[in-house]
């Protein structure tokens, strides 16, 4: 794996507790005094180059409030949201807007509960891929061991040498994995195997 990018992991915070607060800062305003309930992940981005980053995502939903669409379509406007895109979701009307590189919206779930939801700009932390130093290699077999005859001690699939993607596809040898199927990432396999 190359090296991770400058000033990368800081990025990333700041990108997260920037929708964070402008996702409570939505939420205060089309359901006051409602407190969210809050989910947020972190999903792994990778190209078919092998950069990798990560996206923060967070979900909130203010249980048991009522909005409307004009409300958070006024809300979004007031706080500087822009290119908004309207449609119909299966519990009502849907808003979607953009700012920075953040998107932001609101549905509502068929109980009625509205759901605010909000994804940061993708933070690449690796410009590209190089595949991790070998996990065995002649001098480092223990007795009774020899290089693995699948992967010639890399420890890592052959198929997509650790990436677990082959041209921007799941690596169907692997699955995502990365070891190496025959000695599970050691780079080694037992002598008569």
Known sequence: MSEEIEGAAEEFERSANRLRSELRALA????????????????????????????????????????????????????????????EGPGGPSLKARRDGFE???????????????????VWFHDRWIRPPRAAGPQT???GYRLCRLCDGWGTCGECEGLGFVDGSRCVECGLAMDCSSCGGSGRERLGS
Do not use: Y
Request: net charge negative; glycine share 10%; hydrophobic share 45%.
């Open 28 to 87: 205060a305003a089309v359901a006051p005094g409602v407190e969210p309930a809050v989910e947020e992940r972190i999903q792994e981005r990778r190209t078919t180059r092998g950069a990798m980053g990560s996206q923060f995502t967070v979900t909130m939903t203010p249980v048991g409030a009522s909005c409307t669409a004009a409300a958070a379509s006024d809300a979004m406007a007031a706080a500087g949201w822009c290119s908004f895109e309207t449609g």
């Open 104 to 122: 932001v919206g609101l549905f509502s779930r068929p109980s009625g509960d509205p759901v605010i939801w909000g994804k940061a700009p993708v």
């Open 141 to 143: 077999s223990a007795p």
